[in-house]
């Protein structure tokens, strides 16, 4: 009986515990099936995004050529390290920092810099690390999840060539910069002045994407799969500019420890050969992680060298404006190029102007080779007393004078030549008077130009009668091998009469063989056509100007040269242009007395007073 | 009589079936493109256990020629020497991530634990040979069983082992049950656990859980102080969870559980390995990434992926398939063992089956558990399928045990 109950009883048991049994397996079953079947559309992306990591690919950023196809601006590798704050662990902080051979506090800000833009996007933590900093990390990375690392490129300058207002500089997005543009991610470099800023668009080309394979310690082991959804970085486009390496070179060296500004132009296209601003500012030490202390020094150097006094200076062109008067006047009948004037020293007109010229009967040939006040003075106060200053200045804006030339750089300037309407604005309405405006005539007073508009003027003498279109870039050449040519507009200049033309130009080359720029500026076997011109500045030391083309026959360089506070423009500026004549025509230079003269020179700079270009 | 002896070659298969799915699984996880980010004694853990596996197989035949009767009479001595050197382990053992756990036994090093499951489960059989009709007016029985199996859960969990610990105590209803302890009364001693799981899952499932059970106590024996009983700790064991959830845990303790219940809550952390043992088990499907081309296996991104994480391997790199053929291995071979437990007459080597069989399934729901986010993280290894040789040794010696019962139950029988 007890032991059939028991039996009974056994059985019982044997089937509660075969039931708990086959209920955990079909839990587990059922737990499997949900997981790998039902939810496997959840956790596949899952294992996906763990095991991948999506990586930017910075493109390379296009190259600056000059015009013969010498590389002036290249990328050299430097060496960043990213930071994804998200992932990154603060009790690593002394760790990173000691890895980085940094201060904690400074670390640390750039991470919390990091924080502000974002938390979930990498960022550059810092650029241009040392390669045994950037290889230490790299191999600890392991220890560090969060920090990544990456090889980038900086600006590399191998041609010897600054060029430092042609090409500009780069530097890291702004906030600003970041909000409005998209394809900006933070430590992005975008280029912030001279053709880099310009052409930014063209040079930054397109960022690529790859993915590698990571593991759990975030360590990148290799690229994912074939590599079919890498995307390529597409490389910037490379800019042909119209520069040329050697005579940008020279004149970047002549135009050391002076201030002022040259522009050297092929008067046929427009095309810019070189351009300086003096003083320059060293693109090497901007390029790449930035030299705080040199970049707040350039910002508080009161020659402020950043800015472009090449494009944007204005000053009075002095005796340079001459041969621009003699068209006008040509042209309105004001006189003929036989007409003779008599200068007996000074032009008298409610008071006397003088005129260092020698005494005697001038025609416009002489009045320009010699230089003398008196023919353009008169010019000017029977332009004045007739009302015809708003024609004058409207003649004279057409050789470039004055209004934009619209260069391909940033932040050029507009000159002035005054017509009705400023003058109105300047003194009130009526209140000037002829004697206000005599001056103009030699290109003195209100009248202000920079280098390049004179550059421009000066092409119109040299290519007879266009108004060309200034431009640093002649071609831009995709990736792919096709190029975009810029083609340059040159614009007929209808009043401008081949005669007038000659008589000028005869008086220019008159100028260089027994004018006062004789000595410095005439170079053995080639004919040159100048003027030079000296601005008087109530402030300090007068600015001395030259402009010429060359040969005079068949010009194939222009140059016109602002030389501040160096007096003369005979003994300043005209060394200068004619020593970069000789190097663009003959690919040398071969007076040494005037090459050491343009270095030795010293400018008689009083910066107290220099405060008014700086607007 | 002697050809009616069989011996359940049926068994052997799924034995060999399980062990070489565990191969397979800890080839990948150790020698697949992961080892290069494993330390060298990981990289060496496949060929330890194909030699832990070629020492079983010879124990595993020699026990088949020793008298059954030895493993009863030798059953306390076994269980004092087992304690003993458990003991020893947790002053003198080798220490390996915060806890003793080793012995080094002749150059071998030997997790005792593993051996004390075995240990417990003779010692508790044969102390409950003859003494069957356990009731709830008779608990001295009881509690002398629930102090065999406590004393060596005890000293494992000041191995800092837990999970194991777990594992043993999981003996003490089902032991009991089979010894004939009441229904209403097995369930009460059983309530505490699955209460305090949906508890930690959250209160109100707690509650529930008290309920049901408290009703269905009742209608099993219509016992009104045990209902009530069952109902005041059932809210005293919610209560308790609450509490010691939120005041008694260690924060890494209270940490793992959190990570249970809402992984996403911290993925980085102490919610990672539950969130990447479901990603790797989840990004399977149905056929799998493929052998040694599972991500997460091979991208180092699952823990201890050799023994407690396993099944991920499998469920990873083989898929549904994959995973379901390690769990009909396992079904069977348990159903097969239960079968062959109710068909024994002899009650020692009916308690020793049904020991070895709850041994072997409290690890596998704990196991595939932990690596389906369904049970906290426990970290007990996956019976004959994860690395580790005393565990491979001792479950073997278990099965062994089972076969040379079975195998000579008639002539056992007659010595009763």
């Known amino acids: 009986m007890a032991g059939r109950r028991n039996k009974d009883k056994v059985q019982v048991s044997f089937r509660v515990l075969q039931g708990i049994i086959l209920v955990g397996f079909f839990i587990m079953f059922a737990r499997i099936f949900h997981l790998q079947i039902l939810d496997y559309e959840t956790y596949s992306p899952l294992s996906m995004q763990n095991s991948l990591r999506m990586e930017v690919v910075n493109p390379a950023r296009g190259l600056i050529l000059d015009r013969h196809g010498t590389i002036i601006a290249e990328n050299q590798p430097i060496y960043s390290i990213t930071i994804t704050p998200a992932k990154f662990r603060m009790e690593n902080l002394s760790k990173l920092a000691t890895f980085l051979q940094m201060d904690e506090q400074i670390v640390l800000n750039r991470i919390q810099l990091a924080q502000n833009y974002s938390w979930h996007r990498t960022s550059r933590l810092f650029t241009e690390v040392p390669f045994e900093v950037f290889s230490d990390i790299q191999e600890n990375l392991w220890q560090l999840p969060g920090i990544g690392h990456q090889i980038e490129s900086k600006r590399h300058y191998p041609a010897g060539v600054n060029a430092s207002h042609v090409l500009g500089y780069l530097r890291e997005a702004s906030r600003e910069d970041l909000l409005r543009f998209d394809h900006l991610r933070m430590g992005d470099r975008l280029g912030k002045s001279g053709l880099e800023s310009v052409y930014d668009d063209y040079l930054r080309g397109e960022s690529g994407t790859q993915y590698v394979r990571v593991n759990a310690f975030g360590q990148a082991l290799d690229s994912y799969g074939t590599g079919d959804l890498n995307i390529e970085p597409t490389k910037g486009a490379d800019l042909i500019t119209t520069l040329d390496a050697d005579l940008q070179a020279l004149a970047e060296t002549l135009m050391e420890n002076k201030r002022g500004g040259l522009v050297a132009i092929d008067p046929q296209t427009g095309g810019i050969l070189s351009m300086v601003s003096a003083p320059q500012y060293d693109l090497s030490k901007l390029a790449g992680r930035m030299d705080l202390d040199y970049w707040r020094s350039l910002n508080s150097d009161p020659n402020t060298p950043l800015y472009n006094r090449a494009i944007s200076s204005r000053q009075p062109p002095g005796s340079t404006f001459k041969p621009f008067m003699g068209l006008v006047g040509l042209h309105i009948g004001l006189i003929t190029p036989e007409l003779q004037i008599y200068n007996p020293g000074a032009y008298y007109r409610g008071r006397a102007y003088r005129d260092l010229a020698d005494p005697g009967n001038y025609d416009l040939e002489r009045a320009i080779a010699k230089s003398s006040n008196t023919y353009f003075f008169w010019m000017m106060d029977r332009i004045a007393s007739r009302g015809n200053l708003n024609t004058w200045a409207s003649l004279i804006s057409d050789f470039g004078m004055g209004p934009l030339n619209n260069i391909d750089l940033p932040f050029e300037r507009t000159g002035i030549i005054p017509d009705s309407t400023y003058m109105n604005r300047t003194f009130g309405e009526r209140r000037w008077s002829i004697g206000d405006l005599m001056s103009l005539g030699v290109g003195q007073g209100m009248v ?130 004619s020593l970069l004549i000789e190097q663009y025509l003959t690919g040398e230079t071969t007076r040494p007395h005037i090459y050491d003269h343009v270095i030795n020179f010293q400018p008689r700079i009083r910066t107290v007073v220099q405060t008014e270009e700086e607007d | 009589m002697h050809d009616k002896r069989e011996f359940s070659w049926y068994v052997i298969f799924l034995w060999i079936g399980l062990f070489s799915v565990g191969l397979v699984a800890i080839y990948s996880a150790t020698q697949g493109p992961v080892s290069q980010f494993l330390p060298a004694h990981i990289q060496g853990n496949f060929t330890r256990q194909v030699i832990w596996i070629a020492i079983s197989i010879v124990v595993l035949i020699s026990f088949q020629f020793v008298s059954p009767r030895a493993f009863q009479g030798l059953s306390y001595l076994f ?35 593993e051996f004390l499951k075995l240990a417990t489960v003779l010692a508790v059989a044969n102390y409950l040979t003859h003494r069957r009709n356990l009731s709830a007016n008779n608990l001295k029985t009881a509690l002398v069983t629930v102090l065999i199996i406590l004393v060596p859960a005890v000293v494992i969990i000041m191995q800092n082992d837990t999970g194991t610990a777990l594992v043993l105590l999981v003996l003490i209803p089902v032991v009991l049950f089979w010894s004939g302890l009441p229904y209403d009364l097995s369930l009460f001693i059983v309530s505490p656990a699955i209460i305090g799981y949906f508890s930690i899952i959250d209160i109100k499932l707690g509650l529930i859980a008290a309920l049901f059970i408290a009703v269905a106590i009742f209608l099993l024996q219509k016992q009104v102080w045990l209902t009530t009983t069952s109902i005041v700790v059932g809210l005293v064991v919610v209560l308790g969870f609450e509490v010691g959830l939120q005041h008694i845990l260690q924060p890494h303790q209270r940490a793992r559980i959190e990570a249970f219940v809402n992984p996403s809550l911290d993925p980085q952390g102490a919610g990672w390995n539950v969130l990447q043992a479901k990603t790797a088990i989840g990004s399977g499907g149905l056929q799998g990434k493929g052998f040694m081309e599972g991500t997460q296996t091979q ?18 790199e083989f898929g549904f398939i994959g995973s379901s053929i390690v769990l009909l291995l396992f079904a069977l071979l348990l159903l097969r063992l239960l079968k062959m437990a109710a068909h024994h007459k002899h009650p020692f080597a009916q308690l020793v089956f049904i020991g070895v069989i709850f041994i072997y399934f409290a690890h596998f729901v704990v196991n595939v558990g932990s690596a389906t986010a369904l049970l906290p993280i426990m970290g007990v290894p996956l019976p004959f399928v994860s690395y580790g040789g005393s565990a491979f040794l001792a479950n073997t010696m278990m099965l062994a045990i089972c076969l040379n019962l079975y195998y000579n139950k008639r002539s056992f029988s007659i010595y009763r």
Request: aromatic fraction near 10%; charge should be negative; include cysteine.
């Open chain 2, 299 to 316: 991208l180092r991104f699952l823990p201890e992926q050799w023994t407690d994480f396993i099944f991920c391997v499998i469920g990873e």
């Open chain 2, 79 to 113: 269980y004092a020497v087992c304690l003993i050197l458990a003991v020893v382990t947790v002053f003198v053992g080798i220490e390996v991530g915060g806890g003793r756990r080793w012995l080094n036994i002749f150059g071998f090093r030997l997790q005792i634990s």
């Open chain 1, 448 to 577: 202000s130009v920079s280098p390049l508009q004179m550059a421009v003027a000066v092409s119109v003498l040299a290519n007879g009668g266009y108004r060309v279109q200034p431009h640093l870039v002649s071609a831009v050449k995709e990736p792919n091998g096709d190029i975009k040519y810029v083609s340059p507009v040159l614009h007929k200049i209808d009043w401008l009469k081949p005669e007038y033309m000659e008589t000028v130009n005869s008086g220019m080359k008159q100028a260089l063989l027994e004018g006062g720029s004789r000595y410095f500026g005439y170079i053995p076997g080639i004919e040159i056509a100048g003027k030079t011109g000296t601005a008087q500045n109530p402030h300090g030391e007068n600015h001395g100007w030259f402009i010429a083309f060359a040969p005079a026959d068949d010009p194939q360089i222009a140059v016109a040269v602002l030389a501040e506070n160096s007096g003369f423009g005979s003994v300043s500026a005209t060394p200068i242009a």
